[in-house]
């Protein structure tokens, strides 16, 4: 992302995780754990929008750890549908953030993982922050989310999202009267318009 970005390996359930790390200038108030888009369709910790959130927290004063899933560049393993994915994840959090305040977010694919590792985690850890970015409702078995953090959760999605549509994911969040931040003209990978999503992400890390 940066001349400052630090690219670390560690081991993970499958192998080899490939993780990249970016720190904020000042007072550190947590980690924040970034997952990527599908890893069957290009998807990686590169991904644009993915290092647009990486951006978002580190203003806000957080630790950024992103990382390819099993078998996503030098990440060993191969992909589980999910399921090893949510596994990886939650190594990473175990490794990178073993106590204190974390935050949680998925872009796509990532959204949907991140889903349940926010299920799993939830009341053992202190979640500050859920941030779910172009979730993937129409595709998988998204997790609802704890009602108790939904002060704490920022659901972002284009309005012609046109490989999620926007109807799916109001199908997911209106059982729970979760909101929903549409972004008017927006699409999948919200081209143009990253400046805009990483200031929506700084106004709710900082609300």
């Not at 993780?19 to 910790?45: K, Q, S």
């Not at 927290?57 to 992909?79: C, D, I, K, L, P």
Request: with cysteine.
């Amino acid at each position: 992302m940066n001349a400052q970005t630090e690219f670390l390996s560690m081991v993970g359930p499958a192998g080899a995780l490939e993780l990249a790390m970016d720190r904020p200038a000042g007072e550190v108030l947590g980690t924040a754990v970034i997952a990527h888009p599908h890893p069957l369709h290009g998807g990686t910790m590169t991904n644009k929008v993915v290092q647009t959130l990486a951006r978002a927290f580190v203003q806000a004063g957080w630790t950024a750890v992103r990382f390819n899933f099993r078998g996503v560049g030098s990440s060993e393993g191969a992909y589980d549908e999910g399921r090893g994915e949510l596994d990886d994840l939650l190594a990473v959090v175990d490794a990178h953030a073993p106590s204190g305040p974390i935050c949680l977010s998925g872009f796509s694919f990532g959204s949907f993982v991140t889903s349940h590792a926010v299920a799993r985690l939830h009341g053992a850890r202190d979640i500050r922050h859920l941030v779910l970015v172009g979730t993937a409702a129409s595709r998988f078995d998204v997790a609802p989310v704890a009602a108790e953090l939904h002060a704490r959760t920022l659901v972002v999605h284009g309005e012609h999202d046109d490989t999620v549509p926007l109807s799916s994911v109001m199908d997911w969040a209106r059982p729970q009267s979760l909101p929903v931040l549409v972004v008017p003209g927006g699409g999948h990978f919200f081209h143009g318009q990253l400046p805009l999503l990483r200031d929506v992400v700084l106004r709710h890390l900082r609300a």
